[in-house]
Each structure stands twice: as C-alpha cells, then as structure tokens.
C-alpha cells in the first residue's frame, strides 16, 4: 500500500505577524487571481520539506520563518526552517506524537543528522541508494536518490505544467527520473541500484585499465623496448659481464700492492720523513713570525714609556721654575704677605710635594734595559726565521727529488696494471647502467602483467555484476510488464474519459516510463499548452490511482498541483473534467490521499466538492504583509 504523506498545517511566521493554513481535507483548492500568492505558499511547502523553493520578494523581505505540520508514515513532525541566508541549514523538528523537540537537522546531504534522513527514513526508504545510468552505457557509480528527487513525485509546479513531465526534458536527471519511478513502485530494490552503481564504477575500473595497458604497450612498441624474454636475457648478461669485470678488478688490486722493492720502500721512508720535517719547519716558522709581532707590539710599548717619562720630566722642570706674584684667580698681590716655611704661597698650606726625579730615573732605567732586551731578542728570532726559511726550501726540494724517484722507480711497472684497473671499472660501471635499464624494462613489462591481472579481475567482477543485475531485472520483469500494463489502462481510461483534444488511445512506455499519446512520446504529440497540463493530470493521478491498488508500494499519497486551468484559457469541458477526476479521486481514496490544487479560476459545479480556500489582493497568502494591489507586483512564475 502507498505511504501516507499529509500536510496538516503551514504556518507563516512574518514580520508583522503569524499566518496560518490548515488542510483537513482530502482535496483543498487554493482560489484566486495572479499574484496573489498561491504559487509563493507552494513553494514555501517545498522550502520547508528541504528544497530550493522559488521564494517570492515578500517573503524575502517579510518572512522570518516557515513551520510544517506533517503526517509521514506512523510519524508526525512539525518542521521549522528560517527564510534567513545565515539559518536556513538548520532545521528545528519536533514529534508531534510524543511532544519531544529533537535534535536540530541540516539541510546539508552529509550532516550527522539531515533532514532527507529523516524523511526518507520516515517514508520507509533507503537513504545512501544511488540512480546508476543503464548497466553497460556509463561508468558514473550514479547521483544519490534524495527526497527532493522523490517531491518530484508529488509537486507539479507551475513552472512545469504545460512544459514538461517531471523533468524528463532534461537528459541528465533521466537515470534518477527513473531509479525513483522504479523505486516507488517496488520495481527495483536497494541491493539492485547498490549492484548498478558498483557494476557502473567497476566498468570505469575495467576501462581505465584497458587504457592504461593499451597506452604502456604502445610506449613499449614505439620506444622499440625488448620483449620480456629478451629483457631478461640482456639483463643475466649485464649480471655475468659485472661479476667477471669485479672479479679481474680484485686480481688487479692483489697484483698491485705487492710491487715494491727494498729501495723504493726506503725511498718511500724518506719521503715521509721529509714530509714530516717539511712540515715542522711550517709550522716552525709560523710560531717564530708570531714572537715577532709579538715582541715587536711589546717594543712599540716600551718606547712609548720612555717617550712619557721624558715628556713629564721635561714639563716638571720648566713649571718649577714658576714663582707667583700675583692670585691667577683675583689678581691680588703674594709679595706683601707672610707665608710660613713650608707653604704654598697662593694657599698657605703645606707644601707636601716631595721629588720624584729619583723614581722617574729608575723607571727610565728598567724600560731602557727592557727595550735592549726586546732589540737582542728580535735579533735571535729574525735569524730563527732565516734558518727555518731555507730548511723549508731545503725539505721541499728534497720531497720534489724522492717524488721523481719513486714515479721513476714505479712508472714502468705499476702504470700499465692501474690503465688496466681503470678500463675494467668503467666496463663494471657500463654493466650496471645496463642492468639497471633493463630492470627498468622488466619493471614495465611487470606493470603490463599487473594491469593485464587487474583488467582481467576487474572484467569479471563487472560481468558477474551484469548477470546478476540481468537475473535480478528477469525476476522483475513480470512486476514491471505487470505495473506498467496497470498504468497505462489506467491513464488510457482517465484520457478518454477528460477528452483530450486529437487523442485517440495513450498508454505509458515500458522503459522510460513516460506518457504516449497516439504511440508517440507526448513531447512529439504536442510541445505544451493545454494538452500538455491535461496529460500532466491524467498521468499523475495515474500513477497514485495504481499506488494506492498495490499493497506493496512506498508511493506517497500526496499531489500539490499548481494552476491546472492556467493553460486550458477558455476550454471549459476540460477545465470540468480535470476537476472531475481530481474529485473522483479523492472521495474514492478518502483518508489515504491528499491532493491540494491551486488555481485561478475553478468550475462552478465542483464547487461543493472539496475545501477552498479564497484569495485576494485585499486577503493575499501572506495576509499579515499589506498586498501592493493587482498593478504593484510580479508573478513569481511568468506565464
């Protein structure tokens, strides 16, 4: 049996105050002119259930919130989600059966808790099904199956009536269009579309391998690349040719060393003892130009010692010979008074300043004496370092003289065996670069092997996959001619009975499921109008009537229509009988189906059948927010 779905309330929460729509009964019409706000409460339905709802200005400007009380299954929720562009993610819901405010859901797909869970979930559906293309034509694992995809089910907008069915004008959404059809009828299950979309992602796998190996055997042909075999041949040979060559190379080194005889070992003594002397007399000389800079600092010293005595011995005798006459200070006389022996005549006071003539020669002296010291001592060193200059010059041609004898001595027996020591490590280093490319080539030929594998193992994964869907698809043949044969006798009855211009029989198609009208698609039959929204009707309510038959269909019993008359203009007959149908329908369904239409104008003999609710420009659908009058505002469909 179908799934129960009712909207039982919407509230429109605005900034000068609530509104408030209750829908009791099994059939409601919404009635009033353009721009009154039937589509804009429409889509406010499908804004509130998670969609992207076409949001009017007013509601932009004026609403601050939507609340939905719905009946989903054994579940009643109210859900509340914020116009606000900073809010709108987040959705307030609350079970009305047990009173408790749960956790806030996200519109977001991905989100712990979102709120197409919990309505696929409440509707009795898997919520991680994907919609794969046809096994064998695309290698996409498919896009998921949401409940926005499932609205498409039960919302026809306006936008769409005299245009299109369920969107089917749009190519790439055909594989969900379907997937959900097939879904709601019980034709396929969620381990089918799982093994679709695996058999899908695995033919991906099986073609990029294929690629893959293709493209490496054609670098391997152009790049003119041994085959296996021989690359495994050249490289034994590359081994072979590097263990003799190592093998020639450590001969060599043991026929080397030994070549030495007593002389040249003494030579070779000499020359390390010479080197060794060489080297002492380096650094010899080294230190000996260090004392001399050392001592030569320390003289200039000394000297400048000296050069002080003499100056302050200089000046003290010159100022002593000074005798005060007159105060430096106030200019007064010193000759008429009477100064104490002993005394300062400018101070008066004693006159302390002992000689020091006898300290300053005896410092003279001892700096004297240092500075011939330091004269004798740079002398000594200066001749040091004369001496250890030539013993360098000596030591280094004496190095120079063994050097010439020991090549002397080694050149004509040691030479030839070092150019053959050279020859035979470049014939090892060639041996290796050999090996190494032809490592490289089998390590190619290995990824073809590997591909190979993995396009053989991923190919029969990928068929044992299409027997099984195949398997599966026969099982739900018979369900499938079964439930299409129901539809189509279905709608054919509903088409004759709303006499739809220029139609003589309609049926549905067995694959894409979509309309016939004369054994055509009904795109071909007519490109819109009023043909197109009587079919819209005739297929829609189809399909729910046969939904509600079955016993074992997920089908939600729900439809919005918007504005079913909008394209009929002024065919009266069938204006009546959409109606006619729509209240057929639901008195035989009463309390397992809701249907809510809007329209503009409404046949005046179905009046009494359903319940209507009325609008103006003077009571528009957001009644709290003041209506601009008919001139002062856009619809939000064009038409």
Same mark, same amino acid.
Request: net charge negative.
């Given at each position: 049996?179908?799934?129960?779905?009712?909207?039982?309330?919407?509230?429109?929460?605005?900034t000068e105050g609530p509104v408030e729509y209750q829908f009791p009964s099994n059939l409601t019409v919404l009635a009033g002119p353009t721009g009154v706000g039937k589509t804009t409460l429409f889509e406010l339905i499908k804004w509130g259930l998670g969609g992207d709802g076409l949001l009017a200005p007013v509601v932009t400007d004026s609403v601050q919130d939507l609340s939905l009380c719905i009946t989903i299954g054994e579940h009643r929720f109210r859900i509340s989600r914020s116009i606000d562009p900073q809010k709108r993610n987040n959705v307030r819901v609350t079970d009305l059966v047990t009173g408790e405010r749960l956790p806030d859901h996200q519109i977001k797909q991905g989100e712990t808790r979102s709120l197409n869970t919990l309505l696929m979930a409440s509707l009795?559906?898997?919520?991680?099904?994907?919609?794969?293309?046809?096994?064998?034509?695309?290698?996409?694992?498919?896009?998921?199956?949401?409940?926005?995809?499932?609205?498409?089910?039960?919302?026809?907008?306006?936008?769409?009536?005299?245009?299109?069915?369920?969107?089917?004008?749009?190519?790439?959404?055909?594989?969900?269009?379907?997937?959900?059809?097939?879904?709601?009828?019980?034709?396929?299950?969620?381990?089918?579309?799982?093994?679709?979309?695996?058999?899908?992602?695995?033919?991906?796998?099986?073609?990029?391998?294929?690629?893959?190996?293709?493209?490496?055997?054609?670098?391997?042909?152009?790049?003119?690349?041994?085959?296996?075999?021989?690359?495994?041949?050249?490289?034994?040979?590359?081994?072979?040719?590097?263990?003799?060559?190592?093998?020639?190379?450590?001969?060599?080194?043991?026929?080397?060393?030994?070549?030495?005889?007593?002389?040249?070992?003494?030579?070779?003594?000499?020359?390390?003892?010479?080197?060794?002397?060489?080297?002492?007399?380096?650094?010899? %000389?080294?230190?000996?130009?260090?004392?001399?800079?050392?001592?030569?600092?320390?003289?200039?010293?000394?000297?400048?010692?000296?050069?002080?005595?003499?100056?302050?011995?200089?000046?003290?005798?010159?100022?002593?010979?000074?005798?005060?006459?007159?105060?430096?200070?106030?200019?007064?006389?010193?000759?008429?008074?009477?100064?104490?022996?002993?005394?300062?005549?400018?101070?008066?006071?004693?006159?302390?300043?002992?000689?020091?003539?006898?300290?300053?020669?005896?410092?003279?002296?001892?700096?004297?004496?240092?500075?011939?010291?330091?004269?004798?001592?740079?002398?000594?060193?200066?001749?040091?370092?004369?001496?250890?200059?030539?013993?360098?010059?000596?030591?280094?041609?004496?190095?120079?003289?063994?050097?010439?004898?020991?090549?002397?001595r080694t050149a004509d027996r040691v030479s030839p065996r070092l150019q053959a020591y050279s020859d035979i490590s470049e014939k090892i280093a060639a041996a290796r670069t050999a090996q190494k490319h032809f490592e490289n080539v089998l390590q190619q030929w290995d990824r073809v092997s590997d591909l190979a594998r993995t396009e053989e193992e991923a190919r029969k994964r990928y068929e044992r996959l299409v027997r099984e869907i195949d398997?599966?698809?026969?099982?739900?043949?018979?369900?499938?001619?079964?439930?299409?044969?129901?539809? /189509?006798?279905?709608?054919?009855?509903?088409?004759?009975?709303?006499?739809?211009?220029?139609?003589?029989?309609?049926?549905?198609?067995?694959?894409?499921?979509?309309?016939?009208?004369?054994?055509?698609?009904?795109?071909?039959?007519?490109?819109?109008?009023?043909?197109?929204?009587?079919?819209?009707?005739?297929?829609?309510?189809?399909?729910?009537?046969?939904?509600?038959?079955?016993?074992?269909?997920?089908?939600?019993?729900?439809?919005?229509?918007?504005?079913?008359?909008?394209?009929?203009?002024? %065919?009266?007959?069938? /204006?009546?009988?959409?109606?006619?149908?729509?209240?057929?329908?639901?008195?035989?369904?009463?309390?397992?189906?809701?249907?809510?239409?809007?329209?503009?104008?409404?046949?005046?003999?179905?009046?009494?059948?359903?319940?209507?609710?009325?609008?103006?420009?003077?009571?528009?659908?957001? /009644?709290?927010?003041?209506?601009?009058?008919?001139?002062?505002?856009?619809?939000?469909?064009?038409?």
């Open positions: 049996m179908t799934t129960k779905f009712r909207i039982e309330k919407v509230t429109i929460h605005s009795g559906l898997p919520t991680d099904m994907r919609a794969a293309a046809q096994t064998g034509r695309s290698t996409k694992a498919g896009s998921r199956i949401t409940f926005a995809d499932i609205y498409t089910y039960m919302y026809i907008p306006q936008s769409e009536i005299n245009r299109d069915i369920a969107k089917s004008n749009e190519g790439y959404l055909e594989p969900k269009r379907k997937a959900v059809f097939e879904l709601l009828f019980a034709l396929a299950d969620k381990d089918l579309f799982d093994k679709r979309s695996r058999a899908n992602t695995l033919k991906g796998l099986v073609d990029e391998a294929v690629d893959h190996h293709a493209k490496i055997l054609q670098f391997l042909r152009d790049s003119n690349t041994q085959s296996r075999e021989e690359a495994q041949q050249e490289l034994e040979r590359a081994l072979t040719s590097q263990r003799e060559a190592e093998e020639q190379r450590a001969q060599l080194r043991d026929d080397i060393d030994p070549i030495t005889d007593r002389e040249t070992q003494a030579l070779r003594d000499l020359l390390n003892e010479a080197e060794r002397s060489l080297a002492d007399a380096r650094s010899a %000389e080294v230190s000996l130009h260090r004392q001399i800079r050392e001592l030569t600092g320390e003289r200039r010293r000394v000297t400048a010692d000296i050069a002080r005595l003499n100056r302050m011995r200089d000046a003290g005798e010159r100022l002593a010979q000074i005798e005060f006459t007159t105060c430096p200070r106030c200019m007064q006389a010193l000759k008429n008074r009477e100064v104490p022996h002993g005394h300062c005549r400018l101070c008066l006071l004693p006159d302390e300043a002992a000689s020091t003539d006898e300290l300053d020669q005896y410092e003279s002296v001892q700096l004297t004496d240092q500075l011939e010291e330091m004269e004798k001592q740079l002398t000594f060193i200066e001749h040091q370092t004369q001496n250890a200059r030539q013993l360098i010059l000596d030591r280094q041609e004496l190095v120079r003289h063994l050097e010439m004898a020991i090549d002397s398997q599966r698809d026969i099982e739900l043949k018979a369900r499938r001619a079964y439930i299409v044969r129901e539809i /189509s006798q279905e709608f054919n009855r509903v088409v004759a009975d709303l006499q739809i211009p220029g139609v003589e029989e309609a049926s549905i198609h067995e694959t894409n499921y979509l309309p016939l009208l004369n054994g055509k698609s009904f795109k071909q039959f007519s490109r819109g109008g009023g043909i197109v929204t009587a079919t819209q009707v005739a297929y829609w309510t189809s399909l729910i009537a046969v939904a509600l038959r079955e016993m074992d269909v997920p089908y939600p019993a729900f439809l919005l229509i918007d504005s079913p008359r909008l394209a009929l203009n002024e %065919e009266q007959d069938l /204006s009546s009988g959409l109606y006619r149908r729509l209240v057929t329908l639901a008195e035989e369904n009463a309390g397992r189906l809701q249907l809510i239409i809007a329209d503009h104008a409404l046949p005046t003999e179905y009046r009494r059948d359903y319940a209507e609710i009325v609008f103006n420009y003077t009571k528009p659908t957001i /009644s709290s927010v003041k209506h601009p009058g008919k001139g002062g505002v856009k619809p939000l469909i064009s038409t």
